[in-house]
């Protein structure tokens, strides 16, 4: 992804990850691996054998690597040709949220849908809905240059602090 996060006129400019599943779009949608710039934000798509692929490491090394949001687009229920594929993607979706959500990091940065024969219109509104999301929380502390958050802040005073009084 780019380091340009700013559209010239001072507005963040939010990087999008669409994860999608190669079952859940139509047979003419080809968007893997591509980048677009859409109205407001940068997106990458990366298209996934199956949803239910995505592991939560990858979600949280994806976010570590400055992705200012990941938007997992999985089959329906009844479409998954692996029948709990989307299932155990929307677990570890749900499971990667709580963990943003303990550290205050905002679950917004993560999230999941489910569609059937989805065509390119359709990715690309549901990484702009995921733009729209994530911009009200704007960049993310982990990329570099950006200002910490303040979570990291209190771990790297608290190990200070237990380096300078290991006996307490």
């Known amino acids: 992804m780019s380091v340009d996060r700013d559209n010239g006129?001072?507005?963040?400019?939010?990087?999008?990850?669409?994860?999608y599943c190669q079952s859940c779009v139509g047979r003419d949608v080809n968007l893997a691996d591509s980048f677009r710039s859409l109205p407001g934000c940068k997106v990458r798509f990366l298209v996934m054998p199956c949803s239910?692929?995505?592991?939560?490491?990858q979600l949280v090394k994806l976010l570590e690597?400055?992705?200012?949001?990941?938007?997992?687009v999985g089959c329906a229920?009844?479409?998954?040709?692996?029948?709990?594929?989307?299932t155990r993607a929307e677990k570890r979706v749900v499971y990667v949220r709580d963990l943003l959500g303990e550290i205050d990091f905002g679950v917004e940065?993560?999230?999941?849908?489910?569609?059937?024969?989805l065509s390119v219109g359709d990715l690309m509104e549901e990484a702009m809905g995921c733009a729209e999301r994530v911009r009200?929380?704007?960049p993310n502390p982990m990329r570099k240059g950006v200002e910490k958050h303040p979570a990291e802040?209190?771990?790297?005073?608290?190990?200070?602090?237990?380096?300078r009084n290991p006996e307490e």
């Open 52 to 57: 239910s692929k995505i592991e939560v490491q």
């Open 109 to 117: 940065r993560v999230a999941m849908v489910r569609g059937t024969d």
């Open 65 to 72: 690597q400055g992705a200012d949001g990941i938007q997992v």
């Open 136 to 138: 009200a929380l704007g």
């Open 77 to 86: 229920d009844t479409a998954c040709k692996f029948l709990v594929g989307s």
């Open 153 to 163: 802040r209190l771990v790297r005073n608290a190990q200070m602090q237990g380096a």
């Open 9 to 19: 006129n001072g507005a963040f400019q939010p990087e999008i990850l669409v994860l």
